[in-house]
């Protein structure tokens, strides 16, 4: 079991820093998207196109794949809500922004998603609706009202009872 448990580490190892390289040598690179916290944008399933991302280049609401300071450490894909020497990001439908980190940690941007076979490439339009849901903390909103998510930790605690008053 354990020499199962290693390899599959070494597999996401060996992932990661295939999708360094690549977008170091400026190739496109699609990856699955996993999780809920870019929803409604990016969804569990989507294949997203990542580029290289040079620092000049980034702008507020940009998505951006980064590398988290756990260990080991994880690649995450959240917007960018604060730039200036240090990067703030944040989920779309996460109520907290991450901690700051500095470019070095940053893979790529995300410009693209595909989904049910239909490619969609994330322009000006997209990246300041986005921006606006992020930086407003209307996601979560969506979450609770459109697809009605019973989850409490995308959800602020006092919103959360007044939509499921029995929990």
């Known amino acids: 079991m354990e020499q199962c448990v290693q390899s599959l580490r070494l597999c996401e190892e060996l ?5 360094r390289v690549a977008l170091k040598q400026g ?3 699609m990856l699955e998207a996993s999780g809920r916290c870019m929803r409604p944008f990016l969804r569990a399933g989507d294949s997203i ?3 290289k991302a040079e620092e000049k280049d ?20 959240h917007r ?8 703030v990001t944040k989920g779309d439908a996460c109520f907290w922004p991450d901690k700051p980190f500095g470019y070095e940690k ?15 490439r994330f322009n000006a339009f997209c990246r300041i609706v986005g921006f606006l849901l992020c930086y ?9 009202c459109v697809e ?14 007044l939509l499921h008053p029995n929990k």
């Open 15 to 19: 992932k990661k820093e295939g999708v």
């Open 27 to 29: 190739k496109m690179v």
């Open 49 to 51: 196109q990542i580029g």
């Open 58 to 77: 980034l702008k507020l609401g940009d998505i951006v794949v980064f590398e988290n300071e756990a260990s080991p450490p994880h690649i995450y894909s």
């Open 80 to 87: 960018i809500i604060k730039q200036g020497g240090r990067f």
């Open 106 to 120: 940053i893979l790529g941007r995300v410009s693209g998603r595909e989904r049910k076979g239909h490619f969609f």
């Open 136 to 144: 407003f903390r209307l996601s979560w909103f969506y979450f609770a």
């Open 148 to 161: 009605n998510v019973r989850s409490p930790q995308l959800i602020p605690a006092k919103v959360f009872k």
